[in-house]
């Protein structure tokens, strides 16, 4: 099914380590996005790619870094982990660049140690 | 970046017509006004997303009145897959990349 896929789904980790969650949107669209969603705040905007080879912070951003590999792939990374940043994390893209979001991936839900 | 006011539940029967209410004050000139629907373990989904008057597709219809500050989305005979999380969004290209969503209404369906 078309739409953004996020890998992995679950993941657990220890504080310090690092990861690299993945995302790729098939549906040609211009604009990607990553949130973390925790219990009673709704979505927080970490960083935004408004088109291939953008960049740009959103709410949130601090102890992330983002790529934006290609028109399909966005990922974020977090260097040094902490429990601080145990959530949910999704992906989400827009077909033009400055819109709210339209689809949004199942999500990788983090926990770390 | 105009803030967003919502009920955080409602409950409602199955064949019944739901109406959340979100309220947006603060709405500027650009902005427009976006809904989406929540299930646990999934993404947001977009359902709709107007500017003013009225607006409909096969899923639900947003009324907005003419000073804006305000805008209900309407669920025509809910069914139990209807139950989830909905969130209202205001946001114009101005402020696009520093969208917030707030809690959401939690919609119960129940037959």
């Known amino acids: 099914n078309a739409g953004v896929t996020q890998t992995p789904k679950f993941q657990v980790l220890k504080t310090g380590q690092s990861m690299t969650l993945q995302c790729a949107q098939d549906m040609n669209h211009n604009s990607m996005y990553w949130y973390r969603q925790d219990p009673g705040m709704g979505l927080r905007l970490i960083y935004y790619s408004a088109s291939e080879g953008t960049t740009d912070k959103g709410e949130v951003p601090n102890g992330y870094n983002v790529s934006r590999l290609n028109k399909r792939e966005f990922s974020l990374r977090l260097e040094s982990a902490a429990p601080s940043q145990t959530s949910v994390y999704f992906c989400?893209?827009?077909?033009?660049?400055?819109?709210?979001?339209?689809?949004f991936g199942d999500g990788t839900r983090l926990s770390i140690l | 970046l105009a803030k967003t006011t919502q009920p955080i539940s409602m409950d409602s029967y199955e064949g019944q017509e739901v109406n959340i209410t979100c309220s947006h004050n603060?709405?500027?000139?650009?902005?427009?006004i976006t809904w989406y629907q929540q299930f646990p373990s999934q993404g947001p989904r977009f359902i709709i997303q107007?500017?003013?008057t009225k607006v409909t597709n096969e899923v639900a219809s947003l009324f907005i009145p003419a000073d804006r500050k305000s805008s209900t989305l309407s669920l025509p005979r809910v069914s139990l897959s209807d139950t989830a999380v909905y969130y209202c969004?205001?946001?114009?290209?101005?402020?696009?990349?520093?969208?917030?969503f707030g809690a959401g209404t939690q919609v119960v369906v129940t037959p």
């Open positions: 989400a893209s827009s077909l033009q660049g400055r819109e709210q979001p339209q689809h």
């Open positions: 969004l205001v946001a114009s290209t101005d402020s696009w990349g520093k969208l917030q």
């Open positions: 603060n709405i500027a000139t650009n902005d427009y």
């Open positions: 107007g500017y003013k």
